[in-house]
């Protein structure tokens, strides 16, 4: 079935960039997703990108797919403190979505 | 607030007994769907429709668990004879029904087992 890996812990330094990875096994995906989800929270949509497309930006989020590798790539610039969370990739074929576990994502001062 | 909403919050129940979640998508999406996240891992796909219909159910839906969607607006998730393994969140999510791209998600339902 599908599949979608992701590195558990990143730590970064605000001020800096962080960048988390994601691959994925479904090669009929349509789109990827990037959501944030912050402790006792439900999920909140911060991007995605179809799967046509090798760039989007939006403000301080850049997400990177190679489709050829089946990966996938999140950096948020000028990380700050409020964007400790955890952040899941997600990918669909337009019916099912298959999320990944998640990174956790800690910034310090 | 038209975002997704989910009832209720929080549930604690003994083993055995039956509990019934509730889901209110945003109003005219015509895709919900199901999910359960345990702690430390992804939302896994439970279930979802489209309007009332029940197009696709996981192999992690047992015999146990039941959703609806009699009119196509709210639905039901209801997990009969709960066993502690089923101590999770419930996720709900909605999404418009022109590719789904974007779905979006309730604050989920907390579900302990004891």
């Known amino acids: 079935g599908e599949d979608v890996e992701q590195s558990l812990f990143l730590s970064v330094r605000e001020g800096d960039s962080s960048v988390i990875n994601c691959t994925y096994t479904?090669?009929?995906?349509?789109?990827l997703y990037w959501y944030k989800q912050e402790p006792g929270a439900g999920l909140q949509l911060l991007t995605y990108?179809?799967?046509?497309?090798d760039m989007k930006q939006d403000q301080r989020l850049t997400v990177l797919l190679n489709k050829k590798d089946k990966h996938l790539s999140l950096r948020i610039a000028d990380t700050q403190t409020g964007d400790s969370a955890i952040y899941f990739c997600?990918?669909?074929?337009?019916?099912?979505?298959?999320f990944g576990p998640g990174t956790r994502l800690s910034v310090l001062p | 607030d038209t975002g997704v909403s989910q009832d209720p919050r929080h549930k604690i129940t003994k083993r055995g007994q039956n509990v019934t979640f509730r889901c209110d998508p945003i109003s005219e999406h015509n895709r919900l769907y199901w999910y359960r996240q345990t702690l430390g891992q992804g939302p896994e796909f439970l279930t979802y429709f489209q309007n009332e219909a029940q197009l696709e159910k996981s192999r992690l839906l047992s015999d146990r668990f039941s959703a609806e969607r009699p009119k196509g607006s709210f639905s039901t998730l209801e997990i009969q004879r709960t066993e502690q393994g089923d101590s999770a969140m419930y996720l709900c999510?909605?999404?418009?029904?022109?590719?789904?791209?974007?779905?979006?998600f309730g604050p989920g339902t907390r579900l302990t087992v004891l």
């Open positions: 479904d090669s009929s995906s349509t789109y």
């Open positions: 997600a990918e669909s074929n337009g019916q099912n979505f298959v």
């Open positions: 990108i179809f799967s046509n497309m």
């Open positions: 999510a909605s999404s418009s029904g022109r590719g789904g791209r974007e779905q979006f």
